[in-house]
């Protein structure tokens, strides 16, 4: 396996000296970071138009060879190809032919031919880089291609998607592909139990959600006591007379990451956890009584709330706490204890909002994925923020976790030897993308040239009046026999919709955190005609909504956007689902401007422009002025949310290194 970073990057790479494959974290100095950051984007820099046309050419031309050959024969091909692969590397000239063979081999068992932006797609993401594909262009067909090709060169392949449903649906659609070339193929999801998750790992490529994979990761780290060279093993396997456990993945070769921009971005601020119950607590006491402290604190008198959402104390604040708790024991007579407990209560009632950042389900306090609006079964905040949620909500108040094994989706990510992903929104964080993972982001253009119609966004005074248009603009939509999709960024916002809807006499179905389990068959039914359908961001990615028997000619399917999000991938996400595929379609948004992008982002010229409004009697925001809010807005939640992500990865990067120096766990 040591030949494994040249076979798959056509250079020696670093790797760890442990149980398997994978890349040493890299630990330059400033000087050496910078040189590697200017040359190594000017090496991997999107390749030029004339080169992907000669690619192209190269497919094309091995196309014309394997398509007279018979099933044996394209099997007897690929097979000296492997060989040729583990001895040669990714050359250009061997992927095209191993491009050429999985083409062809899809058609005859699925009956789908990858087309040129697909075969373009592929290549860029074995070449270790991003691509940009719009949304309905394939990316699940596309992802077949570099897959094939490096596990036939004897990588292990991971294709890490969302959720556990687009794993599960990927491998039995692709499922026949694979088998045609003599290649396994399997899934992970959740409850599987260990021996089933060895052997799913044991295929030459599998399909897994990021999480399912990044905790088997970790149970790995665990099992190995969190020694990473040889010598560290042979001494403890001495010492404790023990055999090693079994491992669960056979290492981090290649990951192909669906969905890149909300794994590798999104998801980077929050690590993941293995942890056990702590065996002594007084939760409900200590939680209680911060909860009711911090509701009795006043906002600029005890307490300010920064607008990088942070809790500064005034000194009246620490004065309060002093004499609140004068007569408590315990935890509470250290000062700095008991002011960082009550900041936490005070995160929890100021910035954690029910129906928006979780739900409250038999009881219980689930986590809702902003970016995704799906629950996290299984997640849980940490720092005791998840048990002050629940005694802010009344629920019962889970026991303390102790944190055995750690580590954030930036650092797993990193030490694959070679890692590509897919994604339709990926521009817009390309640098933070090449900082890093060093990963380029290169735009392919459509199959079809797209026919969306991108309509004029309104926003109103107040939330009324944007309520009200949209319930207008459903009724003129649907009169026209299209479909309709209304997208919300919360639960709550999604019911509010529902009760508008209801009010005007208008059938729905409703998508949210709440109904996960209809996700499927709500979908099926978006595209058929005159169907209205609200939903959270669950709409916005890894689903397709096809439009049903006369749609098209009518207009296709409608999105209507009640609120613009804090990032605008997530905005362009729940437009792409309309207009795929060279469909027709159109998009328009319909916003208040007392939303929560524009209050917390650019309170100063939100009310700039609330006072420009009332001052020229006007009930919609200029549409220029719109943009230009939007603008601003996203822009400054955009750097907000970068510059946290560069913290959590600086802060995880020290405490690797510090923990890898002292011999304990990540």
């Given at each position: 396996?040591?030949?494994?970073?040249w076979?798959?990057?056509g250079q020696?790479?670093?790797?760890?000296?442990?149980?398997?494959?994978?890349?040493?974290?890299?630990h330059e100095?400033?000087?050496e970071a910078f040189?590697?950051?200017?040359?190594?984007?000017?090496?991997?820099?999107?390749p030029?138009?004339?080169?992907?046309?000669y690619?192209?050419d190269a497919?094309?031309?091995?196309?014309?060879?394997?398509?007279?050959?018979?099933d044996?024969?394209?099997?007897?091909?690929f097979?000296?190809?492997?060989?040729?692969l583990?001895?040669?590397?990714?050359?250009?000239?061997?992927?095209?032919?191993?491009f050429a063979?999985?083409?062809?081999?899809?058609r005859?068992t699925l009956?789908?031919?990858?087309?040129?932006?697909?075969i373009?797609?592929?290549?860029?993401?074995?070449?270790?880089?991003?691509?940009?594909?719009?949304?309905?262009?394939g990316k699940?067909l596309t992802a077949?291609?570099?897959?094939?090709?490096?596990?036939?060169?004897?990588?292990?392949?991971?294709v890490?998607t969302?959720?556990d449903?687009?794993a599960?649906?990927?491998?039995e659609?692709?499922?026949?592909?694979y088998q045609?070339?003599?290649?396994?193929v399997s899934?992970?999801?959740?409850?599987?139990?260990p021996?089933q998750?060895?052997h799913?790992?044991?295929?030459d490529?599998?399909?897994v959600?990021n999480?399912?994979?990044?905790?088997?990761?970790?149970?790995?780290?665990?099992?190995?006591?969190?020694a990473?060279t040889?010598?560290?093993?042979?001494?403890?396997?001495?010492a404790?007379g023990?055999?090693?456990?079994?491992?669960?993945l056979?290492?981090l070769?290649?990951?192909?990451v669906?969905?890149?921009?909300?794994v590798?971005?999104?998801?980077?601020r929050?690590?993941?956890?293995?942890?056990?119950t702590?065996e002594e607590?007084?939760?409900?006491?200590?939680?209680?009584?911060?909860?009711?402290?911090?509701?009795q604190?006043?906002a600029?008198?005890?307490?300010r709330?920064?607008?990088d959402?942070?809790i500064?104390?005034?000194?009246?604040g620490?004065?309060?706490?002093?004499?609140?708790?004068a007569d408590?024991?315990?935890?509470?007579?250290?000062p700095?204890?008991r002011?960082?407990?009550?900041?936490?209560?005070?995160?929890?009632l100021?910035?954690?909002?029910?129906?928006?950042?979780?739900?409250?389900?038999q009881?219980?306090?689930q986590?809702?994925?902003?970016s995704?609006g799906?629950?996290?079964?299984?997640?849980?905040?940490?720092?005791?923020?998840?048990?002050?949620?629940?005694a802010?909500e009344?629920?019962e108040?889970s026991e303390?976790?102790?944190?055995?094994a750690?580590?954030t989706?930036?650092?797993f990510?990193r030490r694959?030897?070679l890692l590509?992903?897919?994604?339709g929104?990926?521009?817009?964080?390309?640098?933070e993308?090449?900082?890093i993972?060093e990963?380029?982001v290169?735009?392919v253009?459509?199959?079809?040239?797209?026919?969306?119609?991108?309509q004029?966004?309104?926003?109103?005074?107040?939330?009324?009046?944007?309520w009200?248009?949209?319930?207008?603009r459903?009724?003129?939509i649907?009169?026209q026999?299209?479909?309709?999709?209304?997208?919300?960024?919360?639960?709550?916002a999604?019911?509010?919709?529902?009760?508008?809807?209801?009010?005007?006499?208008?059938?729905?179905r409703?998508?949210n955190?709440?109904q996960?389990?209809?996700e499927?068959?709500?979908?099926?039914g978006?595209?058929?005609?005159?169907?209205?359908?609200?939903a959270t961001?669950?709409?916005?990615?890894?689903t397709d909504?096809a439009?049903?028997?006369?749609?098209?000619?009518?207009g296709?399917?409608?999105?209507?956007?009640?609120?613009?999000?804090t990032?605008?991938?997530?905005?362009?996400?729940?437009i792409?689902?309309?207009?795929?595929?060279g469909d027709?379609?159109?998009?328009?948004?319909?916003?208040?401007?007392?939303?929560?992008?524009?209050?917390?982002?650019?309170?100063?010229l939100?009310?700039?422009?609330?006072a420009?409004?009332?001052?020229?009697?006007r009930?919609?925001?200029p549409?220029?002025?719109?943009?230009v809010?939007?603008w601003?807005a996203?822009?400054?939640?955009?750097?907000?949310d970068?510059?946290?992500?560069?913290m959590?990865f600086q802060?995880?990067?020290?405490?690797?290194?510090?923990?890898?120096f002292?011999?304990?766990?990540?």
């Amino acid at each position: 396996m040591s030949d494994l970073g040249w076979i798959l990057t056509g250079q020696r790479v670093p790797l760890i000296d442990g149980a398997y494959a994978e890349r040493d974290d890299r630990h330059e100095e400033v000087l050496e970071a910078f040189l590697a950051n200017r040359v190594g984007r000017w090496l991997r820099r999107a390749p030029s138009h004339r080169v992907r046309q000669y690619f192209l050419d190269a497919v094309a031309a091995w196309e014309a060879t394997v398509t007279v050959a018979d099933d044996e024969a394209l099997r007897q091909q690929f097979g000296r190809l492997a060989l040729a692969l583990k001895h040669e590397g990714l050359a250009h000239s061997r992927v095209a032919e191993a491009f050429a063979l999985v083409r062809e081999g899809a058609r005859r068992t699925l009956g789908k031919r990858h087309h040129d932006v697909q075969i373009l797609g592929g290549w860029v993401i074995l070449g270790g880089r991003i691509v940009e594909m719009q949304t309905g262009e394939g990316k699940s067909l596309t992802a077949t291609l570099p897959a094939i090709t490096a596990a036939a060169a004897g990588a292990s392949v991971h294709v890490v998607t969302v959720n556990d449903y687009l794993a599960a649906r990927d491998t039995e659609l692709m499922r026949p592909l694979y088998q045609f070339f003599g290649l396994s193929v399997s899934c992970i999801v959740e409850d599987m139990e260990p021996e089933q998750r060895r052997h799913a790992y044991a295929c030459d490529v599998c399909y897994v959600s990021n999480k399912e994979l990044v905790f088997d990761y970790l149970k790995d780290r665990l099992a190995r006591r969190h020694a990473d060279t040889r010598a560290h093993r042979l001494l403890l396997g001495l010492a404790h007379g023990e055999p090693p456990q079994r491992l669960l993945l056979r290492g981090l070769h290649m990951a192909i990451v669906d969905e890149a921009d909300s794994v590798l971005i999104d998801e980077a601020r929050t690590p993941l956890i293995i942890s056990r119950t702590e065996e002594e607590g007084q939760g409900q006491l200590i939680y209680g009584r911060a909860i009711e402290l911090a509701r009795q604190m006043e906002a600029n008198t005890h307490y300010r709330l920064t607008m990088d959402r942070h809790i500064e104390w005034q000194e009246a604040g620490r004065h309060f706490l002093t004499h609140a708790t004068a007569d408590w024991r315990g935890l509470w007579a250290s000062p700095r204890w008991r002011e960082e407990m009550l900041r936490q209560a005070l995160v929890a009632l100021l910035l954690f909002h029910r129906d928006q950042h979780y739900i409250v389900s038999q009881g219980a306090i689930q986590i809702v994925d902003e970016s995704t609006g799906r629950v996290m079964a299984d997640r849980t905040w940490e720092r005791g923020l998840h048990q002050l949620i629940e005694a802010k909500e009344g629920c019962e108040i889970s026991e303390g976790r102790e944190t055995l094994a750690k580590m954030t989706y930036q650092r797993f990510f990193r030490r694959y030897v070679l890692l590509g992903g897919m994604t339709g929104t990926a521009r817009e964080v390309a640098p933070e993308l090449w900082r890093i993972y060093e990963l380029p982001v290169v735009t392919v253009p459509t199959h079809r040239p797209p026919c969306r119609i991108r309509q004029p966004d309104c926003c109103y005074a107040d939330g009324e009046l944007r309520w009200k248009r949209v319930a207008e603009r459903v009724h003129e939509i649907i009169a026209q026999g299209r479909p309709v999709l209304i997208g919300t960024r919360s639960v709550a916002a999604s019911e509010a919709v529902a009760a508008v809807l209801q009010a005007a006499g208008i059938e729905y179905r409703i998508l949210n955190a709440r109904q996960d389990k209809e996700e499927a068959a709500i979908i099926a039914g978006a595209g058929e005609a005159g169907r209205v359908t609200v939903a959270t961001n669950m709409a916005g990615r890894g689903t397709d909504i096809a439009l049903g028997a006369g749609v098209e000619e009518v207009g296709g399917l409608h999105v209507i956007l009640t609120e613009f999000h804090t990032s605008r991938r997530i905005d362009r996400q729940l437009i792409g689902r309309c207009g795929r595929q060279g469909d027709r379609g159109s998009a328009e948004a319909i916003v208040s401007l007392g939303d929560e992008l524009f209050a917390h982002f650019q309170p100063r010229l939100q009310r700039r422009c609330a006072a420009w409004m009332s001052r020229h009697g006007r009930s919609e925001l200029p549409r220029w002025m719109l943009r230009v809010l939007v603008w601003m807005a996203q822009r400054a939640s955009g750097r907000l949310d970068a510059r946290s992500r560069q913290m959590t990865f600086q802060s995880d990067k020290k405490q690797s290194e510090f923990l890898a120096f002292a011999g304990k766990v990540e």
